[in-house]
């Protein structure tokens, strides 16, 4: 489990609190207005925001000042974070390698990895090659080779077309339930909520709501998502 305990995220005027637990396996999708602190939320989860007050622990452990490099999460952000000048097989293997370094069995592992993502014979490609829906795949490929239970969405998916989101959602829910990852993904789309068809957190008025099922969250919608989805 996941859990945020009293957390406090204070920056200037701007206050985040949460006190929510997420369990093992769970995919949530985070809904809000903008600058609310969904972004904000998953920055603290993956290190690199350091709370004003509170807890972050995984599975009983407090990782609070853990470093993320060291924290049980991978994170993709919107531009996927790719080096350009890297081949879509060495950008993959940074997450087995940070110093780019592969052996053989490493640049198999690598292989295995793009194919799962469903490019297969791409792997000498640069991303400039590729469409952002490919970029996005590489870069679930790497976060894969990662191997950390903990898997965050910053809008990752938010420059592509509606069909190309979709597939992509899809490919994220089979890949995450493969391999048990808690998910949490920031949307500025409840179709988004929909199709990822797990758990909903509203960030909203300085607090993070509980996860509660999509579907009947977003049927009947509590007061704060009321209001952004009217929007």
Avoid at 172 to 184: E, G, H, I
């Amino acid at each position: 489990m996941l859990r945020l305990e009293d957390l406090l995220l204070a920056r200037g005027d701007f206050l985040l609190g949460a006190s929510v637990s997420i369990p093992r396996g769970a995919r949530v999708a985070i809904l809000g207005p903008s600058g609310a602190g969904k972004s904000t939320l998953l920055d603290a989860i993956g290190g690199f925001l350091a709370p004003d007050h509170g807890r972050i622990l995984w599975e009983g452990r407090d990782i609070t000042a853990v470093p993320p490099a060291d924290r049980p999460v991978a994170m993709i952000f919107q531009d996927n974070n790719l080096f350009p000048h890297l081949t879509v097989a060495r950008n993959v293997g940074l997450g087995l390698r940070p110093n780019g370094r592969l052996d053989a069995a490493d640049r198999a592992r690598v292989l295995g990895a793009l194919a799962d993502v469903g490019l297969d014979g791409m792997a000498e490609r640069r991303p400039a090659d590729l469409s952002g829906g490919q970029q996005s795949r590489v870069a679930l490929a790497r976060v894969g080779l990662q191997d950390r239970p903990i898997l965050l969405l910053d809008e990752a998916f938010a420059a592509l077309g509606p069909a190309m989101k979709r597939e992509m959602i899809a490919l994220v829910t089979r890949f995450c339930d493969a391999r048990d990852l808690t998910l949490l993904m920031v949307t500025h789309d409840p179709e988004d909520a929909r199709r990822l068809d797990g758990d909903i957190m509203v960030v909203a008025d300085g607090g993070v709501s509980a996860p509660a099922p999509a579907r009947a969250t977003l049927a009947d919608p509590p007061a704060s998502l009321a209001a952004y989805l009217a929007g």
